[in-house]
């Protein structure tokens, strides 16, 4: 993930969700991120600001039902923009953001599972064509013993004849 600075945020659920931000080169960002303290993983979600917005303030209502984003800049000049989102939406995200995590992290077990199996057929055809090759050699040494015994004979029945 990018780095970037000058966002709201508000810690719920053991999460905190980042809102907008400055990416460091003057861009205001639309973007809205969680960040799971328990599993420590960045999630960015689909859902964004309806503006760029940098340097504003993100609290959570006395009811904890809604996230307010107060104030900030957009690329362009200081801002005084009230946003009141209902809470509800990020986590209800969270929570299908979550399965979605768990069906790609089964997903990638299933793919893990799979390779090893590819690879152990292909260990188990190499060692049958190393065997195949050591038999082959074997028998290429049998070969260059009965010329040896050949070459000997034909040696001997030269000097008898």
């Known amino acids: 993930m990018r780095s970037f600075c000058c966002y709201g945020f508000v810690y719920v659920n053991d999460s905190i969700l980042f809102f907008g931000g400055y990416d460091g080169i003057k861009n205001a960002s639309r973007e809205v991120y969680r960040y799971s303290i328990v599993e ?6 689909e859902s964004i600001l309806p503006m760029p917005l940098n340097c504003c303030i993100a609290t959570l209502s ?80 049998k070969l260059k013993v009965k010329n040896m015994c050949i070459i000997q004979l034909f040696s001997l029945s030269t000097i008898i004849t």
Do not use: C, P
């Open 62 to 141: 006395g009811d904890n039902k809604f996230v307010h984003v107060i104030g900030g800049y957009n690329e362009h000049e200081t801002l005084s923009t009230h946003m009141k989102t209902i809470l509800q939406k990020w986590t209800s995200e969270i929570e299908i953001e979550k399965e979605w995590m768990k069906k790609e992290e089964e997903d990638r077990h299933n793919e893990e599972i799979e390779k090893g199996e590819k690879e152990k057929k292909e260990i188990k055809m190499m060692n049958e064509e190393l065997s195949m090759m050591g038999q082959q050699q074997l028998n290429i040494q």
């Open 40 to 45: 420590d993983q960045w999630v960015k979600f």
